[in-house]
């Protein structure tokens, strides 16, 4: 069975760094992208970037800069990392397993990161 | 980057009755080299991650009631179920995936009526 699954909510004030992670199982981790994706409170779905890999990365330009994405594939991880977090990145974050219709069509999803940022 | 409009923001529907959500890309998502249409159709319920219903604009994914069905080609595509039921009632958006940046519609919300 595919699952994701990614780490617990988090609360952070602002300045902060966080990392925040998606554990692929159950399928071939580096034959599939992993994408993340951004609802803020009460909002839609926002595609911020996407790997493959551990390196092949694309970013939507509106989040480059802002976030990086990573993955270790020895422990079929992906990665979202801020380094200076705002009030602004409260959100849910979702990873995303991009599937064979296209590699943003996303065919399984995380439970979703919650992440508070508050000062 | 290619804009994706859906509508209406939101509707209410009789158990039973036909539920019909629109969608429009500010291009094309047809691909020419394989006539397919990269836009797909999801569903969120409250407190759980979206989950994709239909693919190339018409084809259901496994599992996924026959009640849902995609059609529309080129820029303007559709949502439709059949006979709303009670555990229909989320938020559903469309998304084009044929060029970066992929973009979601807005969302548009189903109730009960």
């Known amino acids: 069975e595919v699952q994701l699954a990614q780490s617990g909510a988090e609360v952070k004030k602002p300045g902060e760094s966080l990392k925040i992670s998606c554990k692929g199982s159950g399928y071939k981790f580096t034959s599939y992208w992993i994408g993340w994706v951004r609802q803020m409170p009460g909002k839609g779905l926002e595609w911020m970037g996407i790997i493959y890999g551990d390196s092949d990365t694309r970013y939507n330009p509106s989040f480059q800069g802002q976030v990086t994405i990573s993955a270790d594939k020895s422990i079929t991880t992906a990665y979202l990392q801020w380094s200076s977090l705002k009030a602004s990145d409260t959100a849910m974050y979702y990873c995303?397993?991009?599937?064979?219709?296209?590699?943003?069509?996303?065919?399984?999803w995380g439970q979703g990161t919650l992440v508070t940022v508050s000062s | 980057d290619i804009v994706v409009t859906q509508s209406p923001d939101s509707l209410a529907v009789s158990l039973g009755e036909r539920a019909t959500i629109n969608c429009k890309s500010s291009q094309s998502v047809l691909s020419s080299s394989n006539n397919k249409d990269y836009l797909g159709w999801y569903q969120q319920k409250p407190g759980q991650p979206p989950k994709l219903l239909i693919y190339?604009?018409?084809n259901r994914e496994s599992g996924v009631p026959d009640r849902f069905s995609g059609s529309g080609s080129g820029t303007d595509f559709t949502l439709t179920i059949s006979s709303l039921q009670a555990e229909d009632v989320a938020v559903y958006y469309c998304q084009q995936y044929y060029t970066s940046p992929p973009e979601f519609g807005q969302g548009t919300r189903v109730e009960i009526k």
């Open positions: 995303v397993r991009g599937s064979e219709y296209g590699h943003s069509a996303g065919d399984y």
């Open positions: 190339w604009a018409s």
